[in-house]
């Protein structure tokens, strides 16, 4: 096996466990926030037959933080949401890192390309 | 119907989905769109909301396992992640300008397509063509692990590919859904990947897709907590149990009858977006 395929499968592995890490942390946040959820409200909040959007503590990435550390069940399921959406775009971050150390431009364009996306997804427009 | 029971009652649904979506392959948020607004009466908005954070569940899981085996090719999931991104992005966007009933139906053909697409058997034509210039100029010709030791192969079609993976992309962000049966066919059939490599890769692609469209989802409050929650967990629980039971359990059978439930929740979603 040569130096490259070492480093690659190496990289592979760091990968493989972010994304695990990732899914169990926002599983741990969403079921606590959802044993919380549950016990607080008796009667569900959302009518889920009309759509209304949620309220604006819940939709930012600031608002989630305030509501989660408040350790209110409701913010600390959506901060559990957050880190899971979170958890793909790490592995692009990671990627870009791993195609530096490999020295590949192209790739590492491309994968800051897809970065630039996704942040911008979660961030900010088309909205 | 009290929270609790609202909760358990949806868990138990996520947990059927997932426990058959990945016994099938064709995944659990495909199908817990139109059960929630078929069978539960959610509004399309909180549905798609809800099942799409599943299916970012449910990927990143799996693709945790599958980029360790060495069967995913990180350089044409990287390069084509580009376009399902942009799709997604496109897709939530439509989702402002396309009445419901519109995208009832959409959703119904897809899902029609996806059940039809898992019964039909997988033919493989064997590209022994040489290399392919834009695919190696890309670097995406790579290796994968068979019973026969590790075996080299090309990768060919790089635009059209693309072309179908920002069509999955853009049903991924306007269904909710991880548009894997698009993807395998932009891979499978377009790039003539390996079957075992166009899925795994495929997997490992639909969770960035899904982050896209989630973003925007969230932003715009389509991701309900107490719907999401119970959803999530319980389709990443049932798809944990299927991987598990996948290699003992008769998934032919399995198959045919998920594809036939699939099937009549297709034409229910398309009917409800007729009348």
């Known amino acids: ?127 | 119907m009290n929270t609790l029971e609202f909760t358990a009652l949806i868990g138990l649904g996520g947990l059927v989905a997932g426990f058959l979506g990945a016994l099938t392959g064709l995944g659990g948020g495909v199908v817990i769109v139109p059960l929630l607004t078929v069978v539960f009466g959610v509004d399309i908005h909180y549905a798609i909301g809800a099942a799409l954070v599943s299916v970012i569940a449910t990927s990143s899981g799996a693709a945790a396992a599958y980029v360790r085996e060495g069967y995913s090719n990180v350089r044409v999931g990287m390069f084509l992640e580009i376009a399902t991104t942009v799709g997604a992005l496109v897709g939530a966007a439509l989702i402002l300008h396309l009445r419901v009933s519109i995208i009832s139906i959409i959703f119904g053909v897809v899902l029609l397509y996806s059940a039809y697409a898992s019964m039909s058997e997988h033919t493989h034509s064997d590209a022994s063509d040489g290399p392919d210039r834009v695919a190696t100029w890309l670097k995406m010709d790579s290796t994968y692990p068979t019973v026969n030791g590790v075996e080299s192969y090309h990768v060919y079609g790089v635009p059209q590919g693309f072309v179908l993976m920002f069509v999955a992309g853009v049903l991924s962000g306007l269904l909710g859904i991880g548009s894997g049966a698009v993807k395998v066919l932009a891979m499978d059939k377009a790039m003539k990947l390996p079957f075992k490599v166009s899925t795994t890769t495929s997997n490992f692609m639909i969770g960035v897709t899904a982050a896209a469209g989630a973003g925007v989802y969230l932003r715009r409050g389509y991701i309900d907590p107490g719907l999401a929650m119970p959803v999530m967990l319980g389709v990443l629980a049932g798809s944990l149990i299927g991987a598990r039971l996948l290699t003992v359990a008769k998934v032919k059978i399995l198959r045919l009858v998920f594809s036939g439930v699939i099937a009549v929740l297709a034409a229910e979603m398309i009917y409800n977006g007729l009348k």
């Open chain 1, 1 to 127: 096996m040569t130096e490259r395929d070492n480093a690659e499968k190496r990289m592979d592995e760091i990968m493989g466990r972010l994304l695990r890490t990732g899914v169990i942390l926002a599983a741990v946040f969403v079921l606590a926030g959802g044993v919380v959820y549950v016990v607080r409200h008796p009667e569900p909040v959302t009518d889920y037959r009309v759509f209304q959007g949620e309220p604006e503590e819940l939709r930012t990435v600031p608002g989630i933080i305030h509501e989660a550390l408040a350790l209110r069940g409701r913010g600390l399921i959506q901060f559990g949401l957050l880190i899971l959406i979170a958890t793909p775009i790490a592995r692009v971050a990671f990627s870009v890192v791993a195609f530096l150390y490999q020295r590949d431009r192209t790739y590492v364009l491309i994968t800051m390309v897809v970065l630039g996306l996704l942040v911008y997804s979660l961030l900010g427009g088309g909205g």
